[in-house]
């Protein structure tokens, strides 16, 4: 797999579009293999062995799979927390208790995502969460993480920084996606680390 260099700093729409095409090409063994090493990882980092509630989510299509590490936490005793998204593209919450427990929901013309079914348990219930698992296309060496651009995230990590909270941040990640920049805005903050499925890599 090829490494991607950001380069003469292209904007954040170029670069969505090369770690996307690489994703595609991605087969289904890729993913199921990542999915397996990456929720090894997860699992033996020192922020996830030790807590209680992690709020996650559910991959989709070629994103680094998500359901190995979310049924292994389950099976911990670990309260999981997965995001719905709303009509103004902030998150609720919900706990995930299986796949059972998901409704796979189409928001317009965009992704259909997996969302918790049962209760809706409001944007704040982010906050309690000791680990916040997030989603993203590539994050840099100083810890700054390449978004798919709808915002929801930069939502949720002003409310935990207003919630003053402690929770640590890690995006899930394909080894290439791990680059040397990506340009960034006043707005973005920095995660804690990045798991890959060949390791864990910490900024701060």
Known sequence: MRHIDPGSEPDKRTLRREFLAVRSRLTADDVRESADALAARALASPEVAGAHTVAA???????????????????????????????DNDLDWGAYTGE??????RHGGRMALWEPAGERLGPDAVTGAGVVLLPGLAVDARGMRLGRGGGSYDRVLARLERADTRSALLVLLYDWEVVAHVPGEPHDRPVDAVVTPSGVRRFR
């Open 57 to 87: 989510y559910v991959s989709v299509g070629a994103e680094p799979g998500t359901l190995t590490l979310l049924d292994a936490l389950r099976a911990r005793g670990v309260r999981v927390l997965l995001p719905a998204l709303l009509p």
């Open 100 to 105: 059972e427990s998901l409704a796979h929901v």
